[in-house]
């Protein structure tokens, strides 16, 4: 072996080894990602360490949530599903999954808490700020279909409101925005928005989203409607055809509700009667 051979041998070893050593790194990096992603979505309570055993249940809860092959194995499809958009909120409460997800027991969970909803049947709305691409009447128009998605199949009724007093008020946020870093905003795609539990009143959107009402970008009319749902109360659904799934979905303009978040509304407040609407605005 010439001197100049062994040498390149010894390169192209060191090359392998510097590779391996990367790959590694990026495993781990993965396995990080993950452990957050489960925590920040309900399916883990913190990031300690935790055995094999129970950071596959977690995956396993996660996995049948996101409608794919449950294995409880970190594998690409999952870690890819990770990352796809999505709303911020948590999956379910933590305790309902950390006391009995799908693979812990075999109780259907509850999609709402009594305590989490309003206890009145008109609601105002405000729009506080919004990218400035976007047109203020289209995008009022936009948030007034969003809720009256809510308002047609249930006892509730939506304004917008004139002052500062509103029930529910909408903003869009950059980054970091005082609701804790967990819920940081991430740049494009991720978390796309997230909202809050009656009654606070408050949905965030993620200002680094471009933003669309005309199919050319990310469809606000859909996550509006989303999460506004959460400001009604509704946690997200196991159906993968409901307003209230975890994921985004591109939705034509013929979108209507899916019968699991008709279901889920009206669990919470009846359905829409003519009388009940009139009393709203006359009683
Ligand atoms: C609500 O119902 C009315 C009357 O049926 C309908 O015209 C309207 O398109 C519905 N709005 C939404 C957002 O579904």
């Not at 590694?24 to 920040?40: H, P, R, Y």
């Not at 469809?219 to 989303?226: K, P, Y």
């Not at 975890?246 to 209507?256: D, H, N, Q, S």
Request: net charge positive; with cysteine.
């Amino acid at each position: 072996m010439t001197h100049r051979r062994m040498i390149a041998e010894i390169c192209s070893l060191l090359l392998i080894i510097s590779l391996c050593s990367c790959m590694d790194l990026g495993a781990e990096d993965d396995l990080q990602n993950a452990k957050a992603f489960l925590v920040k979505y309900g399916y883990l309570e913190d990031e300690k360490d935790y055995s094999k055993t129970q950071l596959a249940a977690a995956v396993r809860n996660f996995q049948w949530t996101a409608h794919l092959p449950v294995n409880g194995d970190l594998n690409d499809a999952t870690v890819l599903q990770m990352h796809l958009p999505r709303c911020g909120m948590k999956d379910v409460s933590q305790t309902k999954w950390l006391h009995g997800g799908p693979f812990y027991t075999n109780h259907r969970r509850k999609r709402y808490t009594m305590k989490s909803k309003w206890y009145k049947r008109h609601l105002t709305y405000q729009i506080l700020n919004w990218p400035w691409y976007l047109s203020s009447r289209q995008l009022r128009h936009a948030v007034k279909a969003a809720f009256q998605l809510w308002g047609n199949v249930s006892s509730l009724t939506f304004s917008e409101a004139a002052g500062d007093s509103a029930d529910i008020r909408l903003a869009f946020f950059d980054g970091e925005h005082n609701d804790g870093a967990r819920h940081a905003f991430d740049g494009p795609g991720g978390a796309l928005a997230h909202a809050f539990f009656p009654r606070r009143g408050e949905a965030h959107f993620d200002n680094a989203e471009h933003w669309s009402l005309n199919g050319k970008g990310r469809n606000l009319f859909v996550v509006l409607a989303h999460e506004i749902g959460h400001t009604l109360g509704l946690q997200h659904s196991s159906f993968k055809n409901a307003l209230m799934s975890p994921y985004y979905k591109k939705l034509g303009k013929e979108y209507v509700l899916n019968f699991d978040d008709i279901l889920a509304i009206q669990m919470l407040y009846g359905k829409f009667s003519e009388p009940d609407r009139l009393c709203s605005y006359m009683c």
